[in-house]
């Protein structure tokens, strides 16, 4: 295991009606003036905004607003963001919605104390400040709720980057899971995805004799394996909402990747994906998923055998520990199928045509030298063929 | 999924030669003057106790020492430490060792900011205020490095009792695993059976349906179960080290914990023999967790069965799954054999002419009326019929 730092102070306050605590949960984290920025119709429809402003107002703490936010945030609402935040002397920013409602919180709140363009930290510069942020999640997904990290669409060109610093982590979240018992069951089917995307990027590690990790990314993964098709079959399983919700956030506050290296090969392949096309993370993911790991498998077969027999129930193939390992990536797909996910280029809406322009972007846009690394390094050549792959 | 909050802010620096940070990680977590808090002579003889006195030297902070702490911490140091704390103005806390140490600190961390007598924390009331606190941790065990908890026995009637309080949580803990490296292999054993026990309290649960949290424990156990007698054959491998320190601590943070009942009965049972007999706390549970898991099974065959299947690789029998869930209780007793546990009473040191006194301050003793809960309530006679399984 190598040396690593984990720190992860978000205060989690997690269950039935726990929206109503906002008010009381930024005052304790200090907010004196509070940014509510969220995405379109569902949180005003359901009524879940009317709560938390209620819940704001019960403490007399002022806030403004900012909607808007759509998936695969963009740029030009974080800049509106920051100016507003300056204008109203805002000292909180309170995320209400899915990962992309947060993260363009994280990009206004690093923002609003930074005097350069707050794209600095999306060209690869670590987030030191940041305004004090909390969350009431939507959705069970990008993880955002306890990571460190942020996702953003610069529109002109179209680069989707992250950034991240543990100043930008949540103070607070709060995680009701029957907020997701109206989501439509392929947003969930994407959120599982996503959920489990986090987990597979961070077991293709080449730092050996990592078991703990091994392991406790294997526990998640089951219980995604376990809980997904209950909740697809029934939405308002609150108890399956529940554990979804509880690993998801686990799976991304990082306690499963330190002391080893990453991959996140998948997601750079996806991120120009969902750029691209606009379509939703998750669904890219299942798409890109298994075509990356067929691609790479062969870099440690062993690591893939692994996951096979231990998540996936496989019979190790001792003659063949191929035979196995291709056998996990195979269930991997067949179980995103059956919870409605898209399986090649075409159900998700990409075309074979565009390869070359996606290579291009992913491989050399944003300060890239024509590569990707992670598991293993990638080429423009490799990612070429990954993506024809999905076609 | 039972409402909760989740709160575990402790900043982690994990690896080799961490130690050496000990002073900037006071300095960044507000400490002027120190109370360095250790046992006795491993922490001088290793030079451990000296590098940490240089890291606060070179950072220009100054500290007293208060050494002595033994293996089940008496109450006696801690009024010491707490009168030390005042006269010398302390502003932190600083554990060098292992459970004991650190528990024994958060007591005195506690005492030196509260007027009255420190021992109302373990009668039962809560800890709302004490002094930060650091850690440097020199056994995987009691995971006090990342927990809010403390167990302390007063000499006088030699109850041994624990508080709880987010303010005893470690602002920061230092976990070197190879700082654990020159343990005596009983005491590792006893380390791998404390955090074996944590584990087994939070999978007996009457909680349903709380899948990400059994996982989770499955995985950490695993974790156990594969390293444990790698770092008994070899007490130089850094790697099972590492693996055994890191899931230590998630066994104890309470993330395993959260959103459902807990057992606890067989620290409690176990608690009165180390109290009694001074011997080690893991040797008891070794002891006493097969003894209880018998006693109690049929309250709930299939959780036992499913960890017998899910963590011992027992088959199910779905003829009888009692056969499964006996199974999985004795795979569980010939592994701590297998690593040099005890495995009754006189093993242990334990008299069975002692069993009426163990039960009456047991069940008796601080408060309680006549019997102990947790995942069953047992009365007197079930905790004499108990320890009597143990002879």
């Not at 009606?17 to 304790?28: F, I, P, Q, S, Y």
């Not at 599982?192 to 526990?219: C, F, P, S």
């Amino acid at each position: 295991m190598n040396n690593f730092n984990f720190y992860s102070p978000t205060f989690f306050a997690f269950g039935k009606d726990t929206e109503n605590d906002a008010g009381k949960l930024v005052r304790r984290f200090g907010g004196s003036k509070v940014l509510i920025h969220y995405g379109g119709g569902s949180v005003i429809r359901s009524g879940l905004l009317d709560r938390v402003k209620a819940s704001l107002d019960s403490e007399s703490i002022p806030y403004v607003l900012l909607g808007g936010v759509k998936p695969n945030p963009r740029s030009g609402l974080v800049y509106e963001g920051i100016e507003l935040c300056k204008k109203e002397n805002v000292d909180f920013v309170l995320a209400v919605g899915g990962g992309s409602s947060i993260d363009s919180a994280k990009a206004i709140a690093a923002g609003a104390v930074y005097d350069g363009d707050f794209w600095d930290f999306y060209s690869g510069k670590y987030i030191e400040n940041a305004l004090p942020i909390g969350t009431v999640l939507t959705i069970s997904a990008a993880g955002s709720e306890g990571s460190p990290d942020s996702v953003i669409t610069k529109e002109e060109g179209m680069f989707k980057r992250g950034a991240t610093g543990d100043a930008i982590r949540p103070k607070f979240s709060i995680l009701n899971p029957a907020l997701t018992q109206t989501l439509p069951q392929y947003q969930t089917a994407c959120g599982i995805t996503d959920i489990m995307a986090h987990l597979y990027e961070r077991y293709l590690t080449n730092t050996t004799e990592v078991e703990a990790t091994d392991r406790m990314i294997e526990a998640h993964l089951l219980t995604m394996i376990h809980e997904g098709p209950r909740v697809i079959a029934d939405p308002n399983n609150y108890a399956a909402r529940a554990n979804i919700m509880w690993a998801g956030m686990m799976a991304h506050n990082n306690s499963c990747g330190v002391g080893r290296s990453q991959d996140w090969n998948s997601h750079n392949i996806e991120h120009e994906l969902s750029a691209l096309y606009d379509c939703a993370h998750g669904a890219g993911l299942a798409v890109t998923m298994p075509a990356v790991f067929t691609y790479v498998m062969n870099h440690d077969v062993m690591r893939f055998a692994q996951i096979a027999v231990r998540v996936w129930g496989c019979q190790m193939d001792f003659a063949c520990p191929e035979n196995t390992a291709k056998a996990g990536i195979e269930a991997l797909r067949s179980f995103l199928i059956s919870i409605g996910m898209p399986k090649n280029f075409a159900e998700l809406g990409a075309k074979e045509e565009d390869i070359d322009k996606l290579v291009d972007v992913l491989c050399n846009g944003n300060g890239r030298n024509g590569s990707i690394s992670g598991f293993v390094t990638l080429d423009e050549n490799d990612c070429r063929n990954i993506y024809k792959l999905m076609v």
